[in-house]
DNA sequence: ACAAAAGTGTTGGAGCTACACCCATGT
DNA sequence: ACATGGGTGTAGCTCCAACACTTTTGT
């Protein structure tokens, strides 16, 4: 086996967050090297005999104290030579979604500090990290109209109209309230909670549990979920 | 940046190519090394300064002498330590699609010889590579029901019936001849040509072309392919 | 004339889209 | 009483699934 190869490997992750009707990611500031004070996603080199699954959980772990609710590889870049410019860096992306309520994040190793970054004014990222992060979110929209993925980004308990909301802020998209609630509500996965929630004025909502069993179970019988909207 | 990371990364490629109303797999043989005279996936390491895009046309290229139709990414497989009995190697693997007709294959370099593996008696093969050619599988199967991707494995001029017969061999199962026709021919990208083909015996059949600017035109304004099945 | 493969229309029903008003609470 | 957000039913239409016989050629 050839013994001269000399490229890196990173893993890299795209941490989506769901809050206050609005999207975002998890961002990490850098703390040494020549990307030092810089903002970029949270990652770093492979170590030896870890897997790649690893490597992504103890990065996140590390640089911002998370543990994700949901996470799958994305796409691996490295098709631009020089979007490290230390040496050439392959980066095996993931896909991660958590809800920001069960943590309070921390920054420790090589990073400074970390943030959630509204997604809708992110600046201008260092490597190809904008590149990534378009990638992953073109995958969330497109998985949301056919993968229930949307419930990990939301607490445990959530009125329904927080689901609308999602859906419209992140599709961007106006959705019709009938049609939505009757098609997700078909689908048998979500069920009322008994207990309601008060937001301080309008009719208090029903909260509804999103019921993970059930949906694995649908799933092995093909359910196809499928979202279309108006 | 840590400089005693020892992982290497390798290129796969799962090549089909159909023929004869059967589904195959290219695969080459080993020449040196510990896993001579095995066939496995053709493949190899990332030269140092080389994009994965080109490691994988120039390993196609000298291990089997071949130009691919289709060819996306597939997944990097990199969560099992041992899957190369040599050193840590992570594989990005990739899925391409060719028609065999405009081949003769032919083995160089590091590759003894070539062939295509009738992909349903396909054996065990050295280190990930069943799992590599079922993820690939896989995603061919959901991508003929959304993506219309089989004119790349058939020649350029082809009766309806092979079409037909590609779909049936690959995703085993019955389809409504006259169903599928009317919605392959709805969507518009495929146009007769004025031949016709003759079998030997039963009626000749007109031949088509799948239009690709047609198609891409389309995608554009944002069809939706979509083949459903009795 | 018969075997083999190509070619072709219609109908019933499921499921989607479109659409607007009442309900429960806070102020 | 009014403002705010939550909760609900129906009818028309589109599109899909189901279904079998005729045509063209070779032998």
Redesign the pocket.
Known sequence: MQNNQNIKIAVDAVVFGYQDNALYILLIQQKYGPYKDQWVLPGGLVQNGETLTTAVHRELQEEAGIKVNYLEQLYTFGDDINRDQRNQVISVSYFALVNPENFKLSAATDAQDVKWQNISNTPTLPFDHNLIIDTAFKRLKAKLHYQPIGFDLLPKKF????L?HLYTTILEQEI????F???I??FDFIKKSNE???????????LFTFDTNKYKALEKNGIHF?I???
């Open positions: 009125p329904f109209s927080d609308e019709d309230r009938r049609n609630r009757k098609k509500l078909s309601k929630q008060k937001t301080g004025s309008g009719r208090p909502a029903q499928e279309k909207f108006a």
